[in-house]
C-alpha cells in the first residue's frame, strides 16, 4: 500500500482482498491500531455498529448470578 496526500492529510487505498476479508463497505468506520511490540507493524479493526455492539451486550445475558446487584462505590474503593 502506499501513503498519499489527501487535502490536509494522508491516506491509504485498502486492498480488495482486506476490504472483503473485513467485510468493508462505504462509510464503515475502522481503526489502525499500532503493536506494541513491533513499531513496524499496524492492526485494522472495523468497528462494530450501534447494532452489533448492542447485540454482544445481549449474549452477557443471565452470565451473572441470580440477584447480582453492581455496586459503583464498592467497585471503585481504593
Same mark, same amino acid.
Given at each position: ?14 486492498? !480488495?482482498?482486506?476490504?472483503? !476479508? ?18 513496524? *507493524?499496524? *492492526? ?14 445481549? *449474549? ?5 448470578? !441470580?440477584?447480582?446487584?453492581?455496586? &459503583?462505590?464498592?467497585?471503585?474503593? &481504593?
Amino acid at each position: 500500500m502506499r501513503v498519499s496526500k489527501w487535502g490536509n492529510s494522508l491516506a491509504v487505498r485498502l486492498p !480488495a482482498d482486506v476490504v472483503e !476479508a473485513l467485510g468493508l463497505k462505504e462509510g464503515d468506520e475502522v481503526d489502525f491500531k499500532a503493536d506494541p511490540l513491533n513499531t513496524h *507493524s499496524l *492492526s485494522l479493526v472495523r468497528r462494530l455498529t450501534k447494532a452489533e455492539a448492542m447485540e454482544k451486550l445481549k *449474549s452477557f445475558r443471565g452470565m451473572m448470578p !441470580a440477584g447480582f446487584k453492581f455496586n &459503583r462505590e464498592e467497585a471503585n474503593e &481504593r
